[in-house]
């Protein structure tokens, strides 16, 4: 338990940097502001606040149906972790969080730190979106492989000490029957030690994945309320209410198998769900203030968007898909892993449409 309390702090003080890298990057940024956008229809103060107040009704509540539905499985027995239809669904959404950080994020990173506002030196010199995207990607190996190794080193502890009571009976002549039963609490020690494991790898997986999708979603939801442009934001607010509910039940599936209590699962549903709303209110607090195309909001914006999409690849790939192909549920079931696989590339598909628009 100490080992999951270290896991949630550290997870919690990497929230709040991301808060406060957010807010620094929402400093006035009038200043050395590039080229204004000309003026056309689709610019209006008016009907754009309309769409945001919109907008936060929607996503809000499409992150919630998202997130929370998994969470109810006890109601829909089909959706247990243990049925096909959880892992078909999950699968699905595992493809829509690959292409948020493929056909999103990536691109988002791209325009920004590739942008005419910045300097050519370094800038366009040097593909800065994909090295912070790689360098995200193995910070969050190594997170994900410390903190396993850590829980499994302090757990070997109690191992050992079993393994030198099987020695010692050995050593004493023991009857064959004493052997057997500490041969039997041993097994039922490194039982007892994997399926803790699992459920710590669950947690860690959960709360990386929940940490790259809000980064993400406090920069778009920026992005949209600082916008006037109408035009934009129509398009944005189906996008991100299609992103934001298949997103948020990928995240919510990793949330029950994490088998958090009732606190910690409402902690993390409200983040996800709020993250994006409350940057839309943030955007629109700092509209005057706060330029999309300001080389400090390009360079912050742009870092933020490379760090999530190496994050969220990662996790999509490894801790994600990889782990559920390569598990016995699907390696067992070829037909379980066709229609999966159907319901990767249907999510991809589906997310990576969804770029024509946002």
């Known amino acids: 338990m100490a080992s999951f309390q270290k896991l949630h702090g550290f997870s919690s003080q990497f929230l709040l940097l991301v808060i406060v ?34 907008a936060i009704a929607a996503i809000l509540l499409t992150s919630m149906i998202g997130v929370c539905a998994p969470l109810f499985s006890k109601l829909i027995q089909a959706l247990q972790p243990d049925r096909n239809l959880f892992i078909v669904i999950k699968a699905f959404a595992s493809g829509v969080i690959l292409a948020t950080g493929y ?17 050519e030196n370094p800038w366009r010199k040097f593909p800065f979106t994909t090295f912070v995207a790689m360098l995200s990607a193995i910070l969050t190996l190594m997170v994900d492989s410390f903190a396993m190794s850590t829980y499994k080193k302090h757990c070997s502890k109690g191992l050992v000490a079993d393994g030198g009571d099987v020695a010692g009976s050995l050593e004493n002549g023991n009857s064959q029957i004493q052997n057997l039963g500490h041969g039997h609490a041993h097994v039922s020690a490194f039982e007892k030690n994997d399926v803790a494991s699992q459920l710590l790898r669950h947690r860690v997986i959960a709360q990386i994945l929940e940490l790259g999708i809000i ?23 189906a996008a991100l209410c299609f992103h934001q509910m298949f997103e948020g039940m990928g995240l919510g599936g990793c949330i029950l198998q994490a088998e958090y209590k009732f606190k910690m699962k409402a902690i993390m549903v409200f983040f996800f769900s709020a993250t994006t709303p409350l940057g839309i209110v943030l955007g629109m607090l700092l509209e005057k203030v706060y330029s999309e195309t300001s080389p400090t909001a390009l360079i912050v914006v742009g870092l933020l968007n490379a760090c999530s999409a190496g994050l969220l690849n990662y996790m999509a790939l490894v801790d994600l898909l990889a782990a559920d192909f390569m598990g016995p549920k699907l390696q067992t079931n070829m037909k379980l892993q066709g229609w999966s696989y159907v319901a990767v590339l249907l999510g991809a598909g589906l997310m990576s449409l969804m770029a024509k628009w946002a």
């Open 21 to 54: 890298l957010m807010f620094l990057s929402t400093v006035p940024l009038a200043l050395g502001q590039c080229e204004e956008e000309t003026e056309n229809s689709c610019h209006n103060k008016a009907e754009a606040t309309k769409l945001k107040l919109i």
């Open 215 to 237: 980064v993400h979603s406090v920069v778009i939801g920026l992005a949209m309320g600082a916008s006037d442009n109408q035009c934009t934001i129509k398009s944005l607010i």
């Open 103 to 119: 056909m999103h994020v990536l691109p988002d990173s791209f325009n920004d730190l590739m942008s005419e506002c910045l300097p």
